[in-house]
């Protein structure tokens, strides 16, 4: 004979084991880092070919695709399907992508140029893991070549000669000059795009600087 109480515990563990549990997100399932990409080739056909390089957090898999391109006779479609890829070193995860960064992938030569938003705010919230999106880090490693410029007072004045508007902010293209002047770009061995890019979201917006923090 069974009390009612525990009759009506029975129906509940009964009825309770009937209904599917819904399953636990795995970390990074809906995290995928996309960038704009073009590959580094010496065919002349494939030097204005476009592609979009995605990047999934959640089993380190890569995907390519390419965009159709009107009047090109680029078709576009899936360049490779997803799947995990190597290097020599070992499997291709997340620390390899950043914008400037040059990648082989599937056997093709790829340089990362462009990052959307999500991708950027991702690399800025672990930067311990991408080292040109931690605005100290870049910061420092500029100043190796500017700090004496900053002090002196010289480098205050060659970005208030580039401010035509008065407004203490410049373009990023006219940051990337002035980077190239003082050869600490990219061209000259210092940081890639992906510096620029966090000097621009840190000290100003998406397409230009505060240069009198930056020279701070």
């Given at each position: 004979?069974?009390?009612?109480r525990?009759?009506?515990?029975?129906?509940?563990?009964?009825?309770?084991?009937?209904i599917?549990?819904?399953?636990?997100?795995?970390?990074?399932?809906?995290?995928?880092?996309?960038?704009?990409?073009?590959?580094?080739?010496?065919?002349?056909?494939?030097?204005?070919?476009?592609?979009?390089?995605?990047?999934?957090?959640v089993?380190n898999?890569?995907?390519?695709?390419?965009?159709?391109?009107?009047?090109?006779?680029?078709?576009?479609?899936?360049?490779?399907s997803?799947?995990?890829?190597?290097?020599?070193?070992?499997?291709?995860?997340?620390?390899?992508?950043?914008?400037?960064?040059?990648?082989?992938?599937?056997?093709?030569a790829?340089?990362?140029?462009?990052?959307?938003?999500?991708?950027?705010?991702?690399?800025?919230?672990?930067?311990?893991?991408?080292?040109?999106?931690?605005?100290?880090?870049?910061?420092?490693?500029?100043?190796?070549?500017?700090?004496?410029?900053?002090?002196?007072?010289?480098?205050?004045?060659?970005?208030?000669?580039?401010d035509?508007?008065?407004t203490?902010t410049?373009?990023?293209?006219?940051?990337?000059?002035?980077?190239?002047?003082?050869?600490?770009?990219y061209?000259?061995?210092?940081?890639?795009?992906?510096?620029?890019?966090?000097?621009?979201?840190?000290?100003?917006?998406?397409?230009?600087?505060?240069?009198?923090?930056?020279?701070?």
């Amino acid at each position: 004979y069974a009390s009612p109480r525990s009759a009506l515990l029975s129906l509940a563990s009964c009825v309770g084991s009937l209904i599917p549990t819904v399953p636990k997100a795995k970390l990074g399932e809906n995290k995928t880092m996309r960038f704009m990409a073009k590959m580094e080739s010496t065919n002349p056909e494939d030097v204005e070919r476009v592609f979009t390089i995605s990047f999934f957090l959640v089993d380190n898999t890569v995907q390519i695709h390419e965009p159709p391109k009107r009047n090109s006779g680029i078709v576009g479609g899936s360049f490779l399907s997803r799947m995990k890829l190597r290097t020599a070193e070992g499997l291709i995860t997340q620390e390899y992508f950043y914008v400037g960064a040059e990648i082989q992938l599937a056997g093709h030569a790829f340089i990362l140029v462009d990052a959307d938003d999500g991708t950027l705010r991702h690399m800025e919230n672990n930067s311990h893991i991408f080292e040109y999106s931690n605005l100290r880090n870049v910061v420092e490693v500029y100043g190796l070549s500017l700090k004496d410029a900053a002090l002196s007072g010289e480098l205050l004045e060659e970005f208030k000669s580039m401010d035509v508007s008065g407004t203490s902010t410049i373009a990023i293209k006219s940051l990337k000059q002035l980077l190239m002047k003082y050869k600490c770009s990219y061209y000259y061995g210092g940081p890639p795009e992906q510096a620029v890019l966090t000097l621009c979201r840190k000290l100003g917006n998406k397409t230009s600087i505060n240069y009198e923090k930056f020279v701070a």
